[in-house]
């Protein structure tokens, strides 16, 4: 016979009976044995434990932990939220009606300065300008005929002139009669007449050589205007016009942006805008999670009018032309370096006033100090507004006010 199994048996009907039946009897005794090892231990705690604990009430003053923190030069950067913008982006339109006779450029296509996008047929414009260049050597032409015309009409006038004079000696010493000299004057004057003829006749002919000249001018510009190229190199954005469609004058050939350099284009407050200068260091983050950095190129002088901000634009370099128009992108633009403190975000509060700031310890009693955050890294916050050292609460700061006596313990951490 097997004993074993037969008190194991036993043990557990025993336990069971006890749990079940007896279950406030078997509380009473396990909360007696767990007071009375509570006392056992109390009875063996240390005696310098005692003897801190009771210099504690009996000094009155709270127990704070304090970070003694040292200014430090951190560089200041002002963050945007913004979007990348091409350097260039021009909707390249018709001058002039026609149909297009080019064989069309897709989109995403590479195109140099002056390559040809759209095509117009030329039409009868070609006929017009061999009409007008016929005119214009018609009209160069008749120049020299009436320069030729003024020309004898000044020989008529010295003649005439020479016969007024002569008929007039000749009756003043009675060698001819009045009549002749008063005809002689007749002469001279319709001599004269013929010249302002002669000189009307030339400005005629050089004002039609100018008109000419217009018209020649009008019509070669209209042939030119055929021609619809890339006004810069850059990327079709739409293809160009469509073999065969009709173009009207500001109707759309393609669309041409230029991505190297490319801009990122952000907002700064009105309360920040002097902390960002032209050629300042500025970085960004994409939403693809890349990061470029670039150069501030312009900062507006005249703000929105509805949101009261500045307009920023930085220059970035896009060799590749990975960075396509109209992505976000968050921006920190650097600025002047200021002292500041770099302390844990725990060690802020609030004052009755609702201000942020720190509470410091100076000569054993507590001092509100407001402070403003310039950023927030893994490692804590930066603030401004400290003096360059000083004794910053860092444990205990809620349970204490201005003015109130505190015993000090300082952190290990020192700057």
């Known amino acids: 016979m097997r004993i074993f199994p037969i008190i194991t048996a036993t043990l557990v009907c025993i336990a069971i009976f006890l749990a079940v039946f007896q279950r406030e009897a078997l509380v009473d005794f396990a909360a007696r044995?767990?007071?009375?090892?509570?006392?056992?231990?109390?009875?063996?705690?240390?005696?310098?434990?005692?003897?801190?604990?009771q210099d504690d009430a009996e000094d009155g003053r709270?127990?704070?932990?304090?970070?003694?923190?040292?200014?430090?030069?951190?560089?200041?950067?002002?963050?945007?939220?913004?979007?990348?913008?091409?350097?260039?982006a021009v909707t390249v339109a018709a001058e002039t009606a026609g149909r297009i006779v080019s064989t069309p450029i897709r989109a995403g296509a590479y195109v140099e300065t002056g390559t040809v996008l759209c095509q117009?047929?030329?039409g009868t414009r070609l006929t017009a300008r061999e009409e007008a260049l016929a005119a214009l050597e018609s009209a160069r032409a008749r120049l020299p005929e009436a320069e030729a015309q003024l020309a004898g009409a000044r020989a008529q006038l010295t003649a005439a002139q020479i016969d007024a004079n002569a008929a007039a000696r000749l009756s003043e010493s009675g060698f001819a009669s009045e009549t002749r000299a008063a005809g002689a004057e007749a002469v001279r004057e319709g001599a004269q007449a013929g010249i302002q003829s002669g000189e009307a006749g030339v400005a005629q002919a050089r004002s039609g050589i100018r008109s000419a000249e217009a018209a020649v001018t009008r019509a070669q510009e209209e042939i030119?205007?055929?021609?619809?190229?890339?006004?810069?190199?850059?990327?079709?954005?739409?293809?160009?016009?469509?073999?065969?469609?009709?173009?009207?004058?500001?109707?759309?050939?393609?669309?041409?942006?230029?991505?190297?350099?490319?801009k990122l284009v952000g907002f700064v407050p009105e309360a920040q805008v002097d902390r960002v200068a032209v050629?300042?260091?500025?970085?960004?983050?994409l939403a693809s999670g890349r990061d470029v950095i670039g150069e501030v190129?312009?900062?507006?002088?005249?703000?929105?009018?509805?949101?009261?901000?500045?307009?920023?634009e930085i220059t970035v370099p896009n060799a590749d032309v990975t960075i396509r128009d109209g992505q976000t992108a968050d921006i920190l633009i650097r600025s002047v370096g200021i002292?500041?403190?770099?302390?844990?975000?725990?060690?802020?509060?609030?004052?009755?006033?609702?201000?942020?700031?720190v509470r410091i310890v100076t000569d054993g009693m507590v001092q509100f100090m407001?402070?403003?955050?310039?950023?927030?890294?893994?490692?804590?916050?930066?603030?401004?507004?400290?003096?360059?050292?000083?004794?910053?609460?860092?444990?205990?700061?809620?349970?204490?006010?201005?003015?109130?006596?505190?015993?000090?313990?300082?952190?290990?951490?020192t700057q």
Request: proline share 7%; hydrophobic share 40%.
């Open 33 to 53: 044995f767990g007071a009375q090892d509570s006392a056992e231990t109390a009875a063996q705690a240390t005696p310098p434990a005692q003897e801190i604990a």
């Open 62 to 88: 709270v127990h704070v932990l304090v970070r003694r923190s040292t200014a430090q030069i951190t560089e200041n950067a002002v963050p945007l939220r913004g979007r990348t913008e091409a350097m260039r």
């Open 120 to 122: 117009i047929d030329p």
């Open 224 to 262: 030119d205007r055929l021609t619809i190229s890339a006004p810069f190199a850059g990327y079709l954005e739409t293809d160009t016009a469509e073999l065969g469609s009709l173009l009207q004058p500001g109707s759309p050939c393609a669309r041409i942006i230029q991505l190297d350099p490319i």
């Open 279 to 285: 050629g300042a260091g500025a970085g960004a983050r």
């Open 297 to 312: 190129s312009f900062v507006s002088r005249s703000a929105d009018e509805r949101t009261r901000t500045f307009r920023v």
């Open 339 to 357: 002292p500041a403190h770099l302390l844990p975000a725990s060690a802020m509060t609030l004052d009755d006033s609702g201000t942020l700031g």
């Open 370 to 413: 407001p402070v403003r955050m310039l950023r927030d890294t893994a490692t804590g916050v930066w603030l401004t507004g400290l003096p360059d050292m000083a004794d910053v609460i860092v444990v205990g700061q809620e349970f204490v006010t201005d003015g109130v006596a505190v015993r000090v313990s300082y952190d290990e951490v």
